[in-house]
């Protein structure tokens, strides 16, 4: 079973249909299902419904609010699972909530793995995620060749609630790179620089990172800000790595700088862009563009 046909679900689940597996769905967005159908999937009703039918049911929701309804609520996953089968969160979610819903599914004996991807849109197409596991190393070894097909670099962390707490520490240094690599090429370009000049050199320089050569070419060059990975998501997994901070007593310096510049994003109603239109902040504030010339 797979619920949240979204960016990155779709994609998942259209690879995992790809392999051969039978696969029932179910998404709030009844195109979003339509859609999965076509490719030879079953719909459910409910969650609960998807869950009757499946061995394994993995979920790619928005946030741990969501995740909690869909898997605890009326109608949700917990309520059609059998004993003994396992369930996979594929979403960026705190570790608490996870381990909540973990000590719920054990009454049922149901299993769950919280297993968020890296990777983003593209990765997701391909099947070349990175998955950070957490979980009975039993239960992941069960549902290893469903991961396999929307993954390539899969590792087992430790037990419930590590892969979404490698997850948020991976993201707090991706929130924090996007926002640098933003303010860094705006003064390039403000200090006189050809932004494709300055990407050249630099991705291949000790200044590079994933946020400057995964954002630089295909979105802030040409000013296409369509996600990719929106603002609203870093913003709420910069939130679990701020949340996780405060709970150990532990000063977040960067992480709390990024999540205030995708925080005034979100009120310039960037929220549904890719996190890459921070930029545009910056641009304001220095008066220039980084566009490529070769764009214009
Ligand atoms: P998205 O908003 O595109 O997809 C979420 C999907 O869930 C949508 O199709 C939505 O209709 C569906 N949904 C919402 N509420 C629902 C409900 N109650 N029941 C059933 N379906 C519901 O988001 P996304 O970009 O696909 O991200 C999904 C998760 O993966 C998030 O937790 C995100 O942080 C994480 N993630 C995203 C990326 C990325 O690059 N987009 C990368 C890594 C991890």
Known sequence: GFIGLGVMGKSMAINILKAGYELT?????????????????????????????????LTSLPNAAIVEQVFLGENGILEGMEEGAIYVDLSSITPKSIRYINEMAKKKSVSVVDAPVSGGAEGAEKGTLTIMAGGEKSSLEKVLPVLNCIGKEIKHVGSVGAGDTVKAVNNLLLGANMVAVAEALVLGKKAGLDPDVMFEIISKSSGSSYALTAKYEKYISKGNFNPGFMVNLMHKDLQLAIDTAKDLNYPLLYGNVAQQMFEIAKTENMGNEDISSVVKIFERWADVEVRSEKNK
């Open 25 to 57: 769905v179910f998404d709030v967005v009844q195109g979003n299902v339509d859609e999965l159908v076509k490719k030879g999937a079953k719909s459910g009703a409910t969650p609960s419904e998807v869950a009757t039918q499946s061995d394994i049911v």
